[in-house]
């Protein structure tokens, strides 16, 4: 490389979730980028189709958000989120209950949306206690769910490579079946088969009894597992099981939240209303780390009208919680969402995106495709090798000019939510090629 971003040694910096050796000898430097496309270090213009890691949701360099950032920098550059708040931090907080179903109206701020749900399980199990159940322990998660990196996550989540090497995590976790079925294979949005494997929620039930469980964890669409859409009529029943034995049913909303799915969560365009919602990415649009939890007035009363007034309710906390310069890119962003009506944008776009995907099926590499609102999974059919067809499309894409994510041989797809038609047969152009190439 001899361009002036350019690092000088690549040695040093340990890559997440990246073939460190593989990237090094011949590696993807992104160095700027602006609407929906970046810069590499070549000088070449690539697609960002995946809203860089589901989280850029209005496209990149954002004006508004940058300004607003640099003022709060300029203003507050930081501030103790324990025992002193900054104003933001209240402002953004009444900004997500207004997006948030039914009365999810209490906001808990985090860095990250792994963090945010190892958040969600304590106040799960802290709700629970105040309630003098605190023999509720155990967490109801599912195969294939991605819940981020920490202990907690791994621990709920089901993708079997984030988990095998780190020993058996939190005790007490359990994992219903995943929701792919061959009788939904090729078939958009929900399929109609698989309602019944939410029972798998009532089987440890009566297995462990009700009054064990805590919390049964979901993504409303299981993402990094490849798009795993619900089936028809499986979170009504996740819910309907939750309600008649107390279990606190959350849905991890860090992909679907604000937009994704063409209603503000999933959990609305799913018309299920869960106990308590986990969030990040698209807070910020990207730009600025930051999760957060949404929980039920009732769940917030409980714990904070536990203790004495002068008591801290809930030793949970982070240094970066409610950080100023994200709280203003989070009031920053969800003002455009507002402004500009992108989540009707996005549901008005998702009929063409999955229509230009679902297109793809013709071509014989393909082996299933799902999809809904502007989110896409495409799965190949694999070599000896699993992952090797995956990443020789990460790279023929790159090459062609976009960037994408892959899971194993699933091509994930999840423009921003501003992208246009031509945008959407730029993806498909250049994913058809791909493919056809292969
Ligand atoms: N939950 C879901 C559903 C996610 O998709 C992710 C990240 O992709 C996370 C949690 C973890 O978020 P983070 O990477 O910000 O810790």
């Known amino acids: 490389m001899n361009d002036m971003t350019a690092p000088n040694s690549l040695e040093e910096f340990w890559m997440p979730f990246t073939a460190n050796k593989q990237f090094k000898e011949d590696p993807r430097l992104l160095v700027s980028a602006e609407g929906l496309y970046y810069r590499n270090h070549r000088g070449d213009d690539l697609l960002d189709s995946c809203s860089g890691l589901f989280c850029v949701a209005l496209g990149h360099g954002r004006r508004e958000i940058r300004e607003a950032v640099a003022n709060q920098l300029a203003t507050l550059d930081y501030s103790p989120p324990f025992q002193f708040a900054n104003p933001g931090a209240f402002e953004l907080a009444r900004r997500v209950a207004k997006l948030t179903p039914g ?211 809930f030793f949970h906390g982070y240094t970066y919680s409610a950080h100023p310069t994200a709280t203003a890119a989070g009031i920053a962003t969800l003002d455009i969402f507002e402004r500009d009506g992108v989540f009707d944008h996005a549901a008005a776009l998702a009929p063409y995106f999955l229509e230009q995907i679902f297109a793809l099926q013709d071509l014989g590499v393909v082996a299933d495709i799902r999809g809904y609102g502007l989110l896409a999974g495409i799965d190949l059919k694999p070599t000896e090798k699993p992952g090797e067809r995956g990443f020789a499309v990460l790279r023929g894409l790159y090459e062609a000019g976009m960037v994408t994510r892959v899971t194993a041989d699933t091509l994930i797809l999840s423009p921003p939510l501003v992208s246009e038609k031509r945008h959407i047969d730029e993806i498909a152009d250049k994913t058809r090629s791909v493919l056809s190439g292969l």
Not at 162 to 172: F, K, S, T
Not at 209 to 214: K, N, R
Request: aromatic residues 8%.
């Open 103 to 313: 009365d999810l109206n209490r906001v808990f701020f985090t860095g990250s949306g792994s963090e945010a749900i190892d958040t969600a399980m304590k106040i799960a199990l802290m709700y629970h206690r105040c309630r003098g159940q605190s023999q509720r322990q155990r967490f109801v998660g599912r195969e294939r769910a991605y819940h981020g990196v920490n202990f907690g996550g791994i621990s709920v989540g089901g993708m079997v490579k984030n988990r095998e090497a780190y020993g058996i995590g939190l005790p007490g976790c359990v994992h219903m079946r995943h929701t792919w079925l061959e009788e939904n294979r090729l078939q958009p949005g929900q399929g109609s088969h698989g309602a019944e494997l939410a029972d798998d929620l009532q089987r440890f039930v009566e297995l462990y009894g009700a009054d064990t469980i805590a919390a049964c964890f979901v993504e409303p669409i299981a993402g990094s597992t490849g798009i795993l859409v619900p089936p028809k009529g499986y979170l009504e029943r996740l819910r309907a099981i939750c309600d008649q034995h107390g279990i606190l049913l959350v849905f991890d909303e860090v992909i679907c939240g604000f937009g994704r799915t063409g209603e503000a969560f999933g959990a609305q365009s799913f018309g299920v209303t869960p106990d308590i919602m986990t969030m990040a990415k698209a807070l910020t649009n990207g730009c600025i780390p930051m999760g957060a939890v949404a929980v039920r007035e009732g769940i917030y009363d409980t714990v904070v009208g536990s203790g004495a007034d002068s008591a801290i309710e």
